[in-house]
């Protein structure tokens, strides 16, 4: 039995509102269908735009604010450690 492996897409954004709902649409339209899409805000001075831009997109989009790097930073960290631990050397 083959599963598919976790792909994260991340989209770093800074002042990129503008921008931001293209982006996630493109990684939206991939043709991998086990995926998760991860848009981290860097401190963005938008008045909010690029949360809304990625909020618009409901539950499809997980966002990060800069406040929460070391979250991405675990979130990451852990995913890999589990793949590793299961990981079978042939």
């Known amino acids: 039995m083959s599963h598919k ?3 994260t897409i991340i ?3 800074y002042n990129g ?3 931001l709902s293209e982006a ?3 990684a939206i339209a991939q043709s991998y269908e086990k995926d998760e899409i991860i848009v981290f ?3 963005s001075n938008d008045n909010g735009k690029t949360r809304d831009v990625t909020l ?3 539950n499809a989009i997980k966002y990060l604010e800069k406040s929460k790097l070391r979250l991405i930073s ?3 960290t852990q995913r ?4 590793f631990s299961t990981l079978t050397l042939k």
């Open 5 to 7: 492996q976790l792909v």
């Open 11 to 13: 989209i770093p954004v």
């Open 17 to 19: 509102s503008n921008y």
């Open 24 to 26: 996630i649409k493109s």
């Open 41 to 43: 805000n860097h401190g």
């Open 56 to 58: 618009s997109f409901g």
């Open 74 to 76: 675990f979130h990451l």
């Open 80 to 83: 890999y450690e589990i793949q």
